[in-house]
């Protein structure tokens, strides 16, 4: 279910939403299954035409941002990421694509975990306890939207009130309710 969350937390719209869930904070003890699940889970998904039901990820909305998109995952690449993306997904021959991807074992003082990339580019970061966890997630300067997974409803409820964020969601990343209010901390 946390997979399926990650997913269409960075991945939905191409990761083009103000609150795409791009920072992934995992805790140390499952970050190795974790991410096997997630590479397996992200090999399967469809680059292409958005207009086509069967697609997962459409294209970048321009070349500017293809390009800004390129430059930060090299520069993440650079500062000692992990990068992966699937080798099996093929990018369509025309049009701004890019593949769903992830960078790992980035700080927290990256400049991956520090901007917002507006693509399909996810960086992983992890935490051995709760508090190291909020610590880590309240240590930027936006705070739209938060994901929370756990087993046990009052650990969500001790980490949700303790996030800086708009929007928390529990056990599910990206369900809105069009008569809720919209909105977050900073900028």
Not at 2 to 25: K, M, T
Not at 107 to 132: D, H, K, M, Y
Request: aromatic fraction near 10%.
């Amino acid at each position: 279910q946390a997979v399926e969350g990650v997913i269409n937390g960075i991945y939905f719209n191409q990761g083009h939403v103000c609150c795409a869930g791009s920072r992934l904070l995992v805790q140390e003890s499952i970050q190795d299954v974790f991410v096997q699940k997630l590479k397996r889970r992200m090999r399967s998904l469809r680059v292409g035409n958005p207009l086509d039901k069967n697609t997962d990820i459409g294209a970048i909305n321009s070349k500017d941002q293809l390009e800004k998109i390129r430059a930060l995952v090299a520069i993440a690449k650079q500062e000692g990421g992990e990068y992966f993306e699937p080798a099996e997904i093929k990018l369509p021959s025309t049009g701004f694509f890019h593949k769903p991807c992830f960078i790992s074992g980035v700080a927290s003082s990256s400049t991956i975990c520090r901007v917002e990339v507006f693509g399909p580019v996810l960086s992983i970061s992890t935490f051995r306890n709760p508090a190291e966890a909020i610590a880590k997630a309240n240590d930027s300067v936006y705070g739209l939207a938060a994901g929370v997974w756990s087993e046990k409803g009052s650990k969500i409820h001790q980490v949700a009130q303790a996030l800086k964020a708009g929007v928390i969601w529990a056990n599910t990343y990206n369900k809105f309710d069009p008569s809720s209010p919209f909105g977050g901390y900073r900028e």
